[in-house]
């Protein structure tokens, strides 16, 4: 998914870089939600299907594979890492420690079983949908949790490219 501005320039970059892996690309949404939205209703068939933010271009290949192998079983697969920071939870002007090894932090790619995730996005969208297996969830779904990998952080921030490019400096 690709917002319709983008999608004349990703082109033109797969043209330059010989990219000839057959793909579709579809219109993103005004939100999240609506991009996946989007994007499922140009999927055909059976099977499974990863929803990965563009934003966490680190993902290792191990946790993508692993994400597939367990949701052939599971049907909902999310890759996490643990917390390692203190947590505070804060509510209306107080805040308390909470046990940090309750929590987790979720990344991408979700791996679902496709009629399953489908079937999740005809319900109407919810402020609390804030990823895919928050929507699956919502329809009283388990979601199985698998380990991701450090270096997939979301790159949203200036400071997260510096991080980024440091740790591709350290791959190399």
Known sequence: MLPETQQSLWKQLCHEARFTIPHTIVAGGETRYQSVKNGLSSIT???LVGV???VRPLVSSEVITRCYKEAETKKAVVPVVDTIETLRKVSNGKSETVNRNEYKFVQTPQ??????????YMQNFNPSFTDDASVVEAMNI???LTEGNEENIKI?????LKIAETLLSCST
């Open 45 to 47: 068939g059976e099977g």
């Open 52 to 54: 990965h933010d563009g």
């Open 111 to 120: 791996v679902f079983d496709i009629k399953l995730l489908k079937r999740a």
């Open 142 to 144: 388990p979601i199985y």
């Open 156 to 160: 949203t921030t200036p400071f997260d």
